[in-house]
C-alpha cells in the first residue's frame, strides 16, 4: 500500500499562475484533508472532505479551491497564485474524525 | 476557541538522555489529542494518540505521553534518546463531536548531541 501519495513534490510559478496539487490515498478513507505548513505556525487546514461529494472550509481556505473527485482523491486547486501561497502542502487521510494519515508534502514556491 | 501550545521551539539533549516535550492545549470538552513526527523533507508520521481510557499512552519507537486533564497537558517523554530522533514534533488536538478539525502546535525542533 502506499498510502497517501501527492503530486508534484516540488513547484514553482510565478504570481498570477494557476496550477492544481493531486492527492490520492488507497486506504479506503472516508475524510482527506489539505494542511499547509509555514515555519513556526505548525499546520494549518485550508479544506477538508468529511466524505466523498462533501467539502468544507478550514481555517485558511482564502485563494484556495477543491474537488473530491471520487473516494481516493482529493485536489487542491490556486486559481491565481500569490507569493503569500509560497508553503509546504500535506494532504491527508482519516477514517472519520481520527488520526491524519500524511502524504510527502508539496514544495510550492510563488515568485 | 481550542488551541495549542508548545512553548519550546527548540530543545538540545545529549544522546541517552531522557526526554520531554511539553504540550498544553486550550479545549471545552474531551479532547482527541496527538503527537506527530516529522524528519526534514518528510511529512508526519504518528507517535501516539489518546481517545479515552488511560492516561499514559505509549507509541512507537519507545515514546509515551500522558494526559493530566487538570493541568491541560499531554507531554511526550522518552527515557533514553536516539540520535534518530531529531526532528520537528507535533502536539495536535481535536474534538470528540462531529467537527473535523485538528489544531496543531507550532512545533519543538529536538536536536541531539552526540
Known amino acids: 500500500n502506499a498510502g497517501v501519495t501527492q503530486t508534484p513534490k516540488f513547484q514553482v510559478l510565478k504570481t498570477g499562475q494557476s496550477m492544481t496539487l493531486q492527492c490520492a490515498q488507497d486506504?479506503?478513507?472516508?475524510?482527506m484533508y489539505w494542511y499547509r505548513q509555514d515555519p513556526g505556525m505548525g499546520l494549518r487546514l485550508i479544506y477538508y472532505s468529511a466524505s466523498e461529494g462533501t467539502t468544507d472550509k478550514g481555517e485558511v481556505p482564502n485563494g484556495y479551491n477543491v474537488s473530491r473527485l471520487n473516494k481516493r482523491e482529493f485536489s487542491l486547486r490556486l486559481e491565481s497564485a500569490a507569493p503569500s501561497q509560497t508553503s509546504v502542502y500535506f494532504c491527508?487521510?482519516?477514517?472519520?474524525?481520527?488520526?491524519?494519515?500524511f502524504g510527502p508534502g508539496t514544495r510550492l514556491t510563488v515568485t | 476557541a481550542q488551541s495549542v501550545t508548545q512553548p519550546d521551539i527548540h530543545i538540545t539533549v545529549s544522546e541517552g538522555a531522557s526526554l520531554e516535550l511539553r504540550c498544553n492545549y486550550s479545549?471545552?470538552?474531551?479532547?482527541?489529542l496527538f503527537w506527530y513526527v516529522q524528519s526534514p523533507g518528510q511529512g508526519l508520521q504518528l507517535l501516539l494518540k489518546y481517545f479515552s481510557g488511560d492516561t499514559l499512552v505509549q507509541g512507537i519507537k519507545g515514546f509515551e505521553a500522558e494526559f493530566k486533564r487538570s493541568q491541560s497537558s499531554f507531554n511526550l517523554r522518552k527515557p533514553s534518546v536516539h540520535w534518530s530522533d531529531a526532528a520537528e514534533y507535533f502536539c495536535?488536538?481535536?474534538?470528540?463531536?462531529?467537527?473535523?478539525?485538528?489544531?496543531f502546535g507550532s512545533g519543538t525542533r529536538l536536536l541531539v548531541r552526540p
Open positions: 491527508a487521510s482519516s477514517e472519520a474524525n481520527r488520526d491524519r494519515n
Open positions: 479545549y471545552g470538552a474531551t479532547p482527541y
Open positions: 486506504m479506503n478513507h472516508n475524510s
Open positions: 495536535a488536538v481535536g474534538r470528540m463531536d462531529s467537527s473535523y478539525k485538528l489544531i
